[in-house]
């Protein structure tokens, strides 16, 4: 983590997915579920943010239509690797109503739509749109009390194999380009 201390926390798997910080703080939670979850804990129990914005880079399913870099609203994650009862254990997290307005707000034309976690690509089932670390970070709010939200850039198809084609660059500008407006109106229903 890095700058000084603010209410919210803007969490992505890598460097290249966060923006400059402006009156934020940043954390990388690296990349899958479990080190997501588990940096994200951390820095909730040492500094207790009032929101937490994740966002990053996915994949989406060639059937949903959307196409690199495009920009969408997570209304839940969904944990796509675990297969237990869901009286074991947790497989979603639902956005708080108040950050989702806010996200909305922030990025109008952005579909809203449940991502898919898992730690490997192709390993979502049921999701349009897939990343590896979305359930991990939320979750580990939720367990916290800390309202949390995913937003992400659309950077390939998941069927498409060949990673030279996938629009990195374009995903990692859209997002970056897009977090200062999501912090601005996260921080007005939060403050």
Avoid: K
């Avoid at 910080?21 to 804990?41: F, H, I, K, Q």
């Avoid at 500094?47 to 196409?67: K, N, Y």
Wanted: net charge neutral.
């Amino acid at each position: 983590m890095r700058n000084s201390p603010a209410p919210i926390l803007v969490i992505a798997a890598t460097e290249r997915e966060l923006a400059t910080p402006e009156g934020w703080r940043t954390l990388v939670c690296g990349v899958g579920p479990v080190d997501a979850a588990g940096r994200t804990a951390a820095a909730i129990a040492a500094e207790r943010p009032a929101a937490i914005l994740h966002v990053g880079i996915a994949g989406a399913r060639v059937a949903s239509g959307l196409l690199p870099p495009a920009l969408l609203i997570g209304e839940a994650a969904r944990y796509c690797d675990l297969e237990v009862p869901e009286s074991w254990a947790p497989r979603s997290v639902v956005a708080p109503l108040a950050l989702l307005t806010a996200a909305r707000r922030a990025l109008p034309h952005a579909p809203v739509m449940t991502i898919g976690t898992s730690a490997r690509v192709g390993g979502t089932i049921g999701c349009d749109v897939e990343a590896m670390e979305g359930f991990g970070v939320l979750r580990a709010a939720q367990l916290a009390g800390v309202p949390a939200l995913e937003v992400r850039a659309i950077s390939n198809h998941i069927e498409e194999p060949d990673r030279r084609r996938w629009q990195f660059d374009a995903a990692f500008a859209a997002i970056t380009v897009a977090t200062p407006r999501l912090v601005a109106e996260f921080a007005s229903c939060i403050g």
